[in-house]
């Protein structure tokens, strides 16, 4: 099974909005919506951050959005703060019920 | 609130066996399916095994399958990771995670640093 795909790295300005794709085959992210993201800080354990593709788990600011379309999920973070900057992870179901995780973006803000 | 914890990571050397293990509390165990999850220095996450939450089905990852094995003890709400022969690319932080309606992992551990070196 191979990663999801990922841009390695992506950034913006404090306030500004940046998108972060994920994309995938038709044996994971273009046969459900089941995928999700997580935020991950150095040293730190993954947070769960969107999951069914567009929900945000409560505690999670409204500044992060998701949406999905066919093999391609991405994940929207509006009026970007310091404290955004990360490594963020998109992660699938596939057809053999195993994950697959994208291979990571690394935000600057 | 939900706590994991990892634990049985360390330095072991190549085709040597290591069981790690995370405790759980703080929700129901037995109606959790529970995945490993690893990343090695410097890398991504890379998804390593599920077990559902009566043990009825486990799955692996490819880089795992043969060598790595999942299972739980429901009365003492504790997952187990037993990993043999082990290898230099299995050194990584290992977190175990809880599993939601097979859609995604909603509480991580802290993990559990397992380093493969003669």
């Known amino acids: 099974q191979s990663a999801l795909t990922q841009p390695a790295s992506v950034s913006g300005s404090p306030g500004q909005s940046i998108a972060i794709s994920c994309t995938g085959t038709?044996?994971?992210?273009?046969?459900?919506?089941?995928v999700s993201w997580y935020q991950q800080h150095p040293g730190k354990a993954p947070k769960l951050m969107i999951y069914?593709?567009?929900n945000r788990p409560s505690g999670v600011s409204d500044r992060f959005s998701g949406s999905k379309s066919g093999n391609t999920a991405s994940l929207t973070i509006s009026g970007l703060q310091a404290e955004d900057e990360a490594n963020y992870y998109c992660l699938s179901y596939t057809t053999t019920n195993t994950r697959v995780f994208g291979g990571g973006t690394k935000l600057t803000v | 609130q939900v706590q994991l914890v990892e634990s049985g990571g360390g330095m072991v050397q190549p085709g040597r066996s290591l069981r790690l293990s995370c405790a759980a509390s703080?929700?129901?165990?037995?109606?959790?399916?529970m995945h490993w999850v690893r990343q090695a220095p410097g890398k991504g996450l890379e998804w390593v095994s599920f077990i559902r939450h009566d043990d009825s089905n486990r799955w692996y990852g490819d880089s795992v399958k043969g060598r790595f094995t999942v299972s739980r003890d429901n009365s003492k709400n504790m997952v187990f990771l037993q990993i043999n022969s082990l290898r230099a690319e299995d050194s990584a932080v290992y977190y175990c995670?809880?599993?939601?309606?097979?859609?995604?992992?909603?509480?991580w551990g802290q993990g559990t640093l397992v380093t493969v070196s003669s």
């Open positions: 069914d593709a567009s």
């Open positions: 703080g929700l129901t165990f037995r109606n959790y399916g």
């Open positions: 995670a809880t599993d939601r309606n097979d859609h995604y992992f909603d509480h």
């Open positions: 038709s044996s994971d992210l273009g046969d459900y919506k089941y």
